[in-house]
């Protein structure tokens, strides 16, 4: 039997064996303060988080939950740090990987050079279930198509990073970001103090400028929108947040009509003419005129006035393509195909269950590997092959040869671990990270992000549909 592999320890620096382990020096003042705690007192200040959580109503809902319930997201009270250099190094990545991105889905439908220099195959686009023909040759503003991409980050091994997915539809999690922020400054105000931790409360006002900034025919005071699918929606907590703090108007699609080419919403007021669209709703829902033709969430019309240049949507319609898992593996030729870079941060290997060598391998090693849904969100649709019963992956086994080209496989990583407040103390769990790229006349993010974590023991899985919670991220700034 192989050894598991070492886990990489945020906070602690692994020891001689012996019981020494040395905590990591951006961890050192959080370390002293977390000694003069007591398990009562980290206890009190969880419960009134929560307490706090669910009066404001930062839940979200499960789709397919039997009891039919609005959830609070399980927050841990001890931060994930990072310092300044790792945080640099992740910024200078994420925004070399949306840049290269950003400009692969303006190729796919505007001149297709990735595809004719043979770097990636036609059908891997053009079969591709998020791919929009009806985009092919629209210009939209400043060939921006994912104004905000959530990148999903992981750590494994000795502590290289690792990109796991791109999110560029419809990426949610910022809300938590910035409440989990909100709530750890309110419980301890005393870390802030004897900390440098780099602000995050401004990223409504970057959004909102960003979003103002791609806004058609350069209007001096554009009207934004944050368009949502309703109070049904598993993320309106979201939705209603980021419009409040924007301070601009949370719509549905019956708020909204086209006329005379353009896009208007009702006001008490009247007609009032709407620039940007910010919306939370798929694609296929927008437009029941175009696409979905039983949809009750989107406006008549809308992508008619898109395709005229005299309305943005963030994010563009058919971006999702991009952050397919099957288009996944082909992100680092993107980066040097179009910007001649090598790529700052690595992708995880993946298998193309396409493939019949890929698919051969997978079929052979399912109880050691991670397999996925090209199209699958969530943490849904996915086998987990260590943790995985023989069951289910006969089940998943019968599911790849039936759909070959429906799933990709990685290596099941040994995701690195933050110490947790749970039932029995405190103990390590697996985390991730989820930062927040805005692209417009310029890309920019905030310095940090949604961490994630997994709250069962040895669990892998941080979604939370799933079961997992979150943690505010810290990036210590560099002294003066």
Request: with cysteine.
């Amino acid at each position: 039997m192989q050894p598991a592999p070492r886990i990489f320890d945020e906070m602690h620096e692994h020891g001689d064996g012996q019981g020494d382990r040395a905590v990591r020096e951006h961890y050192r003042e959080f370390d002293q303060w977390l000694a003069r705690q007591t398990p009562e007192q980290i206890a009190r200040k969880r419960a009134e988080a929560d307490l706090t959580f669910r009066r404001v109503g930062i839940t979200f809902a499960v789709y397919g939950d039997d009891a039919g319930t609005e959830r609070l997201i399980p927050f841990d009270t001890i931060p994930r740090i990072i310092p300044a250099q790792e945080w640099a190094h992740l910024q200078t990545g994420l925004v070399q990987r949306v840049k290269a991105l950003n400009m692969f889905i303006h190729d796919i439908y505007h001149g297709q050079d990735i595809i004719k220099a043979g770097l990636i195959p036609a059908a891997q686009i053009y079969q591709n279930a998020q791919y929009r023909p009806e985009m092919q040759g629209i210009a939209v503003a400043s060939d921006i198509y994912a104004h905000i991409a959530g990148v999903d980050i992981v750590r494994a091994g000795a502590g290289e990073f690792y990109v796991l997915e791109d999110n560029l539809r419809v990426p949610s999690g910022v809300s938590y970001m910035l409440e989990d922020r909100k709530m750890m400054m309110r419980l301890f105000p005393e870390l802030f103090a004897r900390n440098r931790i780099a602000p995050v409360d401004h990223y409504p006002d970057m959004l909102l400028d960003n979003l103002r900034s791609v806004a058609p025919n350069g209007g001096n005071d554009p009207t934004v929108v944050v368009l949502t699918p309703g109070i049904h929606n598993s993320a309106y907590f979201e939705h209603a947040f980021l419009a409040q703090q924007m301070g601009v108007e949370l719509v549905e699609g019956k708020d909204l009509y086209v006329s005379d080419n353009a896009v208007y919403m009702r006001t008490i007021r009247g007609p009032k003419r709407v620039d940007v669209i910010y919306r939370r709703i798929d694609d296929d829902y927008l437009d029941p005129l175009a696409f979905r033709s039983d949809s009750s969430l989107g406006v008549p019309g809308l992508l008619s006035v898109y395709r005229a240049g005299r309305v943005t949507l963030a994010n563009a319609i058919g971006t999702g393509v991009a952050d397919d898992k099957s288009i996944y593996p082909f992100v680092p030729d993107m980066i040097k195909f179009y910007l001649a870079e090598e790529p700052i941060l690595n992708n995880v290997p993946t298998f193309q269950c396409r493939k019949p060598a890929d698919l051969e391998y997978t079929l052979a090693n399912l109880h050691k590997l991670v397999v996925k849904e090209v199209h699958g969100a969530g943490g849904y649709g996915m086998l987990i092959g260590p943790a995985s019963s023989s069951a289910q992956i006969d089940d998943f086994r019968r599911r790849l040869l039936a759909k070959p080209d429906g799933y990709i496989a990685q290596p099941t990583l040994a995701l690195s671990a933050c110490p947790t407040f749970v039932e029995n103390g405190i103990a390590p769990r697996h985390i991730d990270l989820r930062p927040f790229v805005l692209s417009g006349k310029t890309i920019s993010m905030v310095p940090g992000g949604l961490t994630r974590v997994a709250l069962e023991e040895g669990s892998l899985v941080v979604n939370s549909s799933q079961g997992g919670g979150t943690k505010d991220t810290w990036i210590l700034e560099q002294p003066c």
